[in-house]
DNA sequence: TTCTCTACTGTGAACGCTCACAGAACCAGG
DNA sequence: CCTGGTTCTGTGAGCGTTCACAGTAGAGAA
């Protein structure tokens, strides 16, 4: 069985093919592709077993040419790539994506538009229709491909909130405000009352919410605000470092740090270890991401896990309703404390 | 201009609309958007003005139908995912393939084969002709699914040398046996006597050559071969870490350690710390792969970069060629010694 | 019986493109 | 004048599917 379809590079068999073979008609087998609705058991059965003897595929250039889907989506990133690339996060999310559509069947398109040439070149390729729908992997606001699919009717889901963006896009991600909530409470809980923190970009959601968070936490403990305290980063390791320092100038009183990604909090520990101070007995560290930094530093980072398994399914799921005709959802996924040493 | 194309979900052109609007038939516009052989620059530029002014874009399901390509490749990772999807050297590789692949304006479909069952489901998916080729990423050896490929003429590129398959697959590889000799002339150069290494697992091309490099380069300097020196491991850095607590036990005299990774390296240098020995005082390291460990830990490491942007770059350049109905070719690309303070 | 409804099946026509072929126009050589 | 070549152009066919439609058969109701 199969001696054609293991054997030398033959024309593979059509639709046709497995017709005659099962004694029916194009139009059966074509059912039985599709569902098997209103086909009689005998000849599911005997399509199924053709399909089988003749290691049928289906050609999804010719079911595509008709139906005007494509069965594949675009996984974009639309930044200046090295970025994201050496992102652990970034990683987890490719992965989960790619799963959670192999399990549909559906191919993953990875497409990479970096400069604004590039960018050019594949909104054309989305729009002309390649791809059903696209997963936008793009941390900062303002982003004009985003817009522009969005304008062409193309199903979109971004990871993270898009701001700047209309609300009719779609976009799953982790409750960044509770997280932030989460870990400062938990440093309070401590016993600290100087709490700093180093901010993401601030034209980014998360760099926003997790401020946010970190604020209303002090407000809700009855906590002066101080400016003081607040510096901001932009989630690199040397930005912790320049962040910690500065702190450390402005609040030589502190005693925690909410530093709003590991990396930066790697670059907190290196500032504060070289400044004297120890960690966590007089300044308490909490990172954001619970990355593989998190484990490498050491102290081992307290820190917040974002749901990153649950972000890829969710967005998979989101984009695929979209694309059978539902309408665009936002999906906030709950995050995790995770303790270890330094805080 | 091009209002429908901007605008809403519409019936995107067609060859038809182009012929019309330029005023010529389909096989024209046919001939212009293949390479324009046969057509007079009147025809050629009415076409052109034509495309620009309808938005049009060619259908590559209708394109692919006929021609029986597909005009994509795949990227196929066949191992536990994990894996690489952690190492920083295949995040270059995979931005590097689809930079290459999107200069020929060819989509890229990332494959993740991790299990038996997705390994059938996607062979199925290759050989039904839905890629026009494969990149083929997987470091151990006896991979059925190149074999397979192989066999039903599929064209095919590895990362590394495929042991354990016949030649008659194309592959790129860094030069490791020679990169392994660099590094261990270079920690002889620095009066080590007693070297020692912890390899690559050894049913992958990496660590076999690695070692083989290592053998050679003491047998060259007249250094009798000391099966104690030599510890088995596995890329990981726990793996280093073991692997380095057990050449202090055999060998407590050596001077130097080549590692076949940075990431074990940086175990092999914990384990080191804690035994108290300075490094590279007491016993000089010598890493490979230039990954971002090499520069996160301490002291840095010196190490062999691997060109992986020129392997990237050369994979798709083979692969293209062969798809283009060349034999298959195996590169071989240098690699560089980078001095830094471990050595 | 006859009529209708449901479950199932087969058949032409697309989908948008490329390919092979036939023809037109032009030039040159006999 | 015809013949033979180039260079260019238009046309039908067909790639492998799905979709709409037109059947057919059998069951149940009138």
Chains 1, 2 share one sequence.
């Not at 320049?242 to 530093?259: I, K, N, T």
């Not at 917040?304 to 399914?313: G, V």
């Amino acid at each position: 069985m199969t001696m054609n379809a293991a054997g030398g590079r033959r024309r593979p068999p059509t639709i046709h093919d497995v017709a005659r073979e099962a004694g029916v008609s194009r139009g059966t087998v074509s059912r039985v592709l599709n569902g098997g609705h209103y086909v009689s058991p005998a000849a599911q059965e005997a399509v199924n077993a053709a399909i089988r003897r003749t290691g049928y595929v289906v050609n999804r250039h010719a079911r595509s040419l008709i139906t005007g889907r494509s069965d594949s989506v675009g996984f974009l990133l639309t930044e200046p790539q090295e970025r994201f690339f050496e992102d652990p996060n970034f990683n987890v999310l490719l992965r989960g994506c790619t799963q959670a559509l192999a399990a549909h069947d559906i191919p993953l398109l990875l497409m990479l538009a970096g400069t604004e040439d590039e960018r050019r070149r594949i909104t054309r390729y989305i729009t002309a229709g390649h791809v059903d729908g696209v997963l936008l992997v793009s941390s900062h606001s303002g982003d004009p491909v985003a817009e522009q699919l969005r304008g062409a009717g193309v199903p979109l889901v971004a990871c993270g909130k898009p701001i700047g963006l209309g609300s009719k896009v779609s976009y799953v991600a982790a409750d960044d405000r509770d997280g932030a909530r989460d870990m400062v409470r938990h440093l309070l809980s401590l016993g600290r009352r100087r709490v700093g923190t180093v901010t993401g970009p601030l034209d980014t959601p998360g760099g926003v919410e997790r401020l946010a968070g970190y604020r209303e936490v002090l407000a809700e403990a009855c906590l002066e605000f101080d400016e003081k305290l607040v510096v901001p980063g932009d989630y690199s390791r040397a930005g912790g470092e320049a962040g910690a320092e500065r702190l450390l100038a402005q609040a030589p009183d502190l005693d925690a740090v909410f530093v709003a990604s590991d990396l930066m909090a790697q670059g907190v520990l290196a500032a504060l270890q070289r400044a004297g101070r120890r960690v966590p007995q007089d300044v308490a560290v909490g990172g954001f991401d619970d990355s593989p930094a998190a484990l490498a530093s050491s102290p081992e980072l307290t820190t917040i896990r974002q749901p990153w398994d649950r972000i890829s399914a969710e967005m998979v799921r989101v984009l695929l309703a979209q694309i059978g005709g539902e309408d665009p959802a936002a999906v906030i996924l709950p995050t995790e404390l995770v303790k270890r040493e330094s805080a």
